[in-house]
């Protein structure tokens, strides 16, 4: 007798199979809508994507940025290992600034050299302020007379010159109407480089805007060589489990729609492709063919033992039996992606969720629309692998000798379970929160090699700037003022992870000694208020007040203080970080003057700080809503318990991994676990209704709905699981790092969730016999074991 459900789906799916040719024309109508937005897409590869524009640290930042004049540089590191102090280099040195103002997109105003900056020398008049080299004049006494002024001159040793003066800096500003093209003037930049004649030089490209700008150009790259392969594996995966015509075609057409749909909606809506996006469209991709692997593996069961019904009667048994594990197992993974979204402190994460959870939501209403109207296009047809409705093929004998193992031997299957989650415990203990931008590229990428060879050199490419605030307009020529500014510079040039500092006072110091016959004793700062605004005022009628503007304000009231290093991890930057704000709350801020804290290291301590907190919700809430939904779904507290224990062993056995790999918690492997629980629930939520649908509703004993589970759900769920595997293990190819990463923690998760739900969950169930199965004694055909027996296990 059919249940009311059953029914129900009857109907809905015989009115769906009445009006299939509308719902074909409305889905490739969708898809078409949906795939015309793709070419607004924008890309941003800039570390603030990852920090709300309302962010108060994001909001200073820029604070800071604008007052000073602060922006992420292109940076050419000019080397010779016999040294710069030469007329080749000094000329090829000002050739490259000089060719840079001519790239679209580069500040002429805003580029900073040996060949742009000015020395201060004192003389019997008083300050002379001239550049350490004219080109027109330039020859090897010249170059002797440069060496030794750098040599003098502290503020530009390590940053703008090596200090063994091998290296030298070409340092060029974007203009504010370029921000959007920085790939584009990365390009330009690069081929300047490579079409500039050297001799014993050799150039480099690095800085946070050329990171920024490759990082554009390396996502192109590799989502254009990802996508491919991931629906190429798809394909024979496809072609494989059915070696049908349609067993591959209308599956991909599903995975069209899911992609399609989500990076639509996203370009629609105005959203920016990010970096973390490229995982998008390959879990996407292995998600979409899921539901298709499921659905279509049903139609081809009911070919097989009902050869004489019509298209329409075997579509609408398929879809009968599919619905709610289909319905059950999308809303579970729509959780998953939710919570991510709810949860994360960064836009490119809450975006990935909505996104991806959208995305589920369309393969959702394909399957239950587009799959039987699609099929009510054509004949009946038997699947070669699966034509035999007694005999299995080598997949489903592998299945069926898996359900033995695990029908006679279930309290070994849940020792070795427990034994593992143990050791994942322990592993999990080891896990590191850590994120460095440049490890976005694998390290032999021309610019991760320039960051090496540039931070080996000077004092290194990640920024901490301090920003310094004082009470009264010209506060800045108090004696008192700068002198603390210099202790502070002190104490963290002190720390080993700074490697230097700049700020007004060693523009102050050097004027101070120049005016003071050149004398060491007078680096310092002077005494005298009125003095040093007197040094500010003669330099100005020799040199270019603008000079001093990345140091200070227009009112001498604020001024900055670049702090230098040469690691970019954020394990190395929350150490400066908490340094430095501990000595500026300790033994900085006073009445008359305080100091902030901005800057790459500050911009990173802010977003990656939260990551460990919102990553820990994340899974949490995942879990739970996974919970919540399969508890819903089938009606039973207990079923949803039982639905999540493979996840959760299957996010235990990654973290475990990660712990004993090393392997960072960071902005590309901190989603993964949500999105695990999400996804790897389908193979829990396929495992209890297949239970339920054998013992409840076809009336089998226990032993014999295992049989047919491992025969026919088994056989699904390993091409299931090959389909998430292999999509998830397509990332292993990524040139982008994190994604190789992501994408080999999240098929390992998928892997252990399917191992789970195909042995540790059969194994609880059939040594529990839980009370949503109604299950039969095999030996009394009753409809229950004892009562005091069911109490006591489930």
Known sequence: MKTKEETQAERFFYAVTQRYKLILTLSVIFIAGAITFLPSMTKDTTTEAFIPKDDPVL??????????????????AV???????????????????????????????????????????????????????????LNDSTASIVRD?????????????????????????????????????????????????????????????????????????????????????????????????????????MVLATVGSAL?????????????????????????????????????????????????????????????????????????????????????????????????????????????????LLKPQVSKPMKDAVKSDAFGNLTSKLGKVVVSSPRRVVGVAALTMLLAIYGATKITVNESRISNFKSTESIA?????????????????????????????????????????????????????????????????????????????????????????????????????????????????????????????????????????????????????????ALDYQWINQLANNHSKGVLLALLAVLIVASLSFRSLRAGVYTVIPVIFGVAIIYGVMGFAGVWLSVGTSMFAAIAIGVGVDFAVHTVDRMIFFINEEKLDIDTAFKAFYKTTGRALLFNVLALSLGFGVLITSSVPPLLRFGALVAVSVSAGFAASITVLPAIIYLLKPKFLRIKDKRTDTASIKKGELDLVA
């Open 449 to 601: 090699v320039a960051d090496d060879v540039i931070n080996a050199k000077t004092d290194g490419t990640t920024y901490l700037d301090i920003k310094i605030e004082t009470k009264d307009i010209e506060g800045l020529f108090q004696p008192h003022a700068l002198r603390k500014i210099e202790a502070l510079q002190q104490h963290l040039e002190d720390h080993p992870l700074v490697n230097g500092s700049t700020s007004i006072v060693d523009f102050v110091k050097k004027m101070n000694k120049s005016l003071n016959e050149n004398r060491d004793e007078f680096y310092v700062i002077p005494n005298d208020e009125i003095l040093i605004a007197q040094y500010f005022l003669i330099y100005s009628t020799g040199g270019d007040p603008t000079d001093f503007d990345n140091y200070v304000d227009f009112d001498y009231r604020l001024a900055n203080v670049r702090v230098r290093m040469s690691q970019s991890e954020y394990v190395d930057e929350k150490v400066v970080q908490e340094a430095a704000q501990k000595y500026i709350e300790e033994h900085f801020n006073d009445e008359q003057i305080t100091a902030n804290l901005s800057g790459k290291v």
């Open 264 to 376: 639509g909606a996203m370009a629609g809506f105005g959203v920016s492709f990010f970096v973390i996006t490229n995982a998008l469209p390959v879990i996407l991709i292995a998600i979409g063919v899921a539901d298709g692997i499921h659905i279509m593996g049903q139609y081809y069961e009911e070919v097989a033992h009902n050869p004489g019904l019509s298209q329409r009667k075997l579509v609408i048994l398929t879809m009968t039996k599919m619905w709610r594990p289909v319905t059950i197992t999308s809303l579970t993974t729509i959780a998953g992606f939710l919570a991510i979204s709810y949860t994360s402190y960064m836009p490119p994460m809450t975006y990935f969720g909505i996104f991806a959870a959208f995305g589920v939501s369309v393969a959702l209403v394909y399957a239950l629309f587009f799959i039987p109207s699609a099929l009510m």
């Open 59 to 76: 909001l200073y930042r820029d604070n800071v940025r604008e007052t000073f004049g602060l922006k992420d540089p292109m940076v050419i």
């Open 79 to 137: 080397y010779n290992e016999s040294g710069i102090y030469n007329t080749e280099t000094l000329r090829l040195i000002h050739e490259l600034g000089e060719r840079l103002k001519t790239v679209e997109g580069i500040d002429p105003d805003q580029l900073t050299s040996l060949a742009t900056e000015n020395n201060i020398t004192g003389t019997f008049d008083g300050m002379l302020v001239e550049p350490f080299y004219e080109i027109e004049n």
């Open 149 to 253: 002024a750098i040599a003098d001159f502290d503020l530009y040793r390590g940053s703008l010159i090596s200090e063994d003066g091998t290296m030298a800096l070409v340092v060029a500003e974007i203009l504010d109407s370029h921000d959007d093209k920085g790939d584009e003037i990365y390009k330009a930049i690069v081929e300047l480089t490579e079409e500039t004649n050297t001799t014993n030089e050799l150039l480099y490209v690095a800085g946070e805007g050329a990171v920024s700008g490759y990082m554009a150009t390396y996502i192109d790259a590799d989502a254009q060589r990802l996508n491919p392969i991931a629906g190429l594996v798809i394909t024979l995966i496809l072609f494989v489990a059915f070696r049908t015509l349609r067993g591959v075609v209308i599956p991909n057409i």
